[in-house]
């Protein structure tokens, strides 16, 4: 007999989770038991950043920015854990330094904060944050572990915000 494979989907956010078989229904021949939140439907596929979900209509895909967010008043990170896209107040991309402030959807430099601050104070902060985060480097170096994205772009704007 070919058991049907079923798409099952995290009962209360709706994520694909795992697939199965499903069982021959014991009252109608030929007919298939398919559990709650399943699908016979093959979910899309999906890159870095994406979450298959099952709806109403069927999967659908919705952006995954689940993990590190920070926030767009205070450059502080948050664990974000729901799915879809980020609220207003909230990026994905962190805070490069604290002369940055956000306007127009990205980060930009303060004028008015940067000009209060020395180079020499800016050098101090992302060199202080290179120095943190060198053992990801390290790490992935000796035992190949990717240096989490966030960390690598926070690492190359503090390089470039660095003038020797």
Do not use: F
Not at 31 to 44: D, F, G, K, T, V
Not at 88 to 105: F, K, M, S, V
Not at 125 to 151: C, F, H, M, N
């Amino acid at each position: 007999m070919n058991y049907p494979t079923i798409y099952i989907a995290h009962p209360s956010t709706g994520e694909l989770i795992g697939t199965s078989y499903a069982d021959p229904d014991p009252l109608e021949e030929g007919n298939w038991l398919i559990p709650a939140n399943s699908s016979l439907e093959l979910p899309p596929d999906t890159v870095k950043g994406e979450a298959v979900v099952l709806s109403a209509q069927g999967w659908i895909v919705l952006p995954d920015y689940r993990g590190t967010a920070y926030s767009t008043l205070t450059g502080e990170s948050i664990e974000y854990t729901q799915l879809g896209e980020l609220p207003d107040g909230l990026t994905a991309q962190p805070r490069p330094t604290a002369c940055h402030i956000w306007e127009n959807g990205a980060w930009t430099i303060d004028k008015a904060m940067s000009d209060r601050l020395t180079q020499e104070e800016i050098n101090a902060t992302a060199l202080a944050y290179l120095s943190e985060t060198d053992w990801y480097i390290i790490r992935k170096q000796e035992v190949g572990d990717e240096v989490p994205t966030d960390v690598s772009d926070k690492r190359k704007a503090a390089r470039l915000a660095v003038v020797r």
